[in-house]
């Protein structure tokens, strides 16, 4: 499976079936091994690439709040600053990684 970020979305080439993923579409990436998980509304793909990839390739609202996951900012309800907890629209709960905490205020105010 190939994946490319493309202006538009994610670009996904499976076998003979080819298609994009729009980026307004997809609410957290969540990484497993050398795998991504990306979950969207109405779906989960497993791609084989890297959250790594991901971090540098997608720009806001992306923003990696924990080593490993990816969410979109516009997606979220609630950030709980004591526990470091992200509450998506969706009921997503996510952690935040301590050293992301101020970085994430600054791209949240920022929005």
């Given at each position: ?85 992200i509450y998506l629209k969706t009921g997503v709960v996510l952690p935040v990684a301590r050293s992301l905490h101020k970085t994430l205020l600054t791209k949240l105010y920022d929005?």
């Open positions: 499976m190939k994946t490319t970020c493309t202006q538009l979305g994610i670009a996904v080439e499976d076998g003979r079936k080819y298609f994009t993923i729009p980026y307004e579409e997809i609410q957290w990436i969540k990484a497993e091994g050398n795998y991504c998980m990306l979950f969207t509304k109405t779906s989960r793909i497993l791609i084989r690439q890297s959250l790594n990839y991901f971090q540098f390739h997608l720009k806001f609202p992306f923003f990696r709040c924990h080593r490993s996951s990816i969410v979109n900012l516009l997606l979220i309800e609630l950030y709980d600053k004591k526990n470091k907890k929005r």
